[in-house]
């Protein structure tokens, strides 16, 4: 007669477990719960090393202090001009020149990857300026251009044409020749065979591709505004700045990053919309 486990055994004894949790998708798994703790600890962090006196105001203020500076530019405006004005043609400047990367660098990425006279055409001129920090060619922008919008929404578009257009190009590899055999063998033509086959195929790596860029974008923006701009972040963040005004630098930081990341949050949800197949085959 076998024997009972005891209560220990049986409390132990592991359950099973969903398919796809050990030896599934690596990376699969929420973690917003650790997410949240990170921020809390990074909060945490800051607000003891401010309350401890670990270092001066001037250059750590205390988190209270930046967001009593938030509060007051919200009510007062910051250099006579709107808090959200300042907000909105930042991301005007930025979601423009990113509508602008993605209408050219999208079909031109596509017709690379597919065509090799197209690729030898634009991948040297490409591949030449995309490692070059956009301050290094911002006095060309400011020669040719002058010192209004154009200079600025070029300079950014400039820092996200380049990942556009390179992960466009990068989807079209993505396709199976397998499928793209069967469609020719079933009658399509070449535009057919790039829109039911190729752009699906490609539309993961684009979508990433567009969240690379839209950082780079925001990444540029204070450059881009360093051009005579008398409104925006980017112009917030280098005035205040000049003024040893730390705490208008830390919020306009965290202004930015927010803006970024919920552009992120969102192309993410887009990403698992447009293309849920994406790591699961």
């Known amino acids: 007669m076998s024997q009972k486990p005891s209560l220990f055994a049986r409390l132990s004894r592991g359950r099973p477990v969903k398919p796809g949790a050990v030896y599934g998708v690596p990376g699969q798994g929420n973690t917003l719960w650790l997410s949240l703790l990170s921020i809390a600890?990074?909060?945490?962090?800051?607000?003891?090393?401010?309350?401890?006196?670990?270092?001066?105001?001037?250059?750590?203020?205390?988190?209270?202090?930046?967001?009593?500076?938030?509060?007051?530019?919200?009510?007062?405006?910051?250099?006579?001009?709107?808090?959200?004005?300042?907000?909105?043609?930042?991301?005007?400047?930025?979601?423009?020149?990113?509508?602008?990367?993605?209408?050219?660098?999208?079909?031109?990425?596509?017709?690379?990857?597919?065509?090799?006279?197209?690729?030898?055409?634009?991948?040297?001129?490409?591949?030449?300026?995309?490692?070059?920090?956009?301050?290094?060619?911002?006095?060309?922008?400011?020669?040719?251009?002058?010192?209004?919008?154009?200079?600025?929404?070029?300079?950014?578009?400039?820092?996200?044409?380049?990942?556009?257009v390179l992960g466009a190009r990068s989807g079209v590899k993505s396709a199976a020749i397998e499928q793209i055999h069967a469609a020719y063998s079933f009658g399509a033509s070449r535009w057919q065979v790039l829109r039911h086959v190729i752009l699906p195929s490609a539309l993961p790596e684009i979508l990433t591709a567009m969240r690379i860029g839209i950082g780079f974008g925001w990444t540029t923006l204070v450059a881009a505004e360093m051009v005579a701009a008398t409104k925006g972040v980017g112009y917030m963040v280098l005035s205040a700045s000049q003024f040893l005004q730390t705490p208008v630098v830390i919020m306009g930081i965290f202004v930015i990053a927010f803006i970024a990341f919920a552009f992120d949050l969102f192309m993410r949800l887009m990403i698992q919309r447009l293309v849920p197949w994406k790591g699961r085959m």
């Open 41 to 164: 600890a990074l909060l945490f962090a800051w607000w003891l090393v401010t309350f401890m006196g670990w270092v001066k105001p001037l250059f750590v203020p205390a988190p209270m202090t930046v967001l009593q500076k938030f509060l007051s530019i919200w009510d007062t405006g910051f250099t006579g001009t709107p808090f959200l004005e300042h907000v909105g043609i930042s991301t005007a400047r930025v979601f423009g020149a990113f509508i602008l990367a993605c209408v050219i660098g999208i079909p031109l990425g596509l017709a690379m990857g597919m065509s090799p006279v197209m690729r030898g055409l634009l991948d040297p001129p490409i591949e030449f300026y995309r490692p070059i920090p956009p301050l290094a060619y911002l006095p060309l922008m400011i020669i040719w251009f002058g010192i209004g919008e154009t200079s600025k929404v070029l300079l950014i578009f400039l820092s996200v044409f380049a990942p556009i």
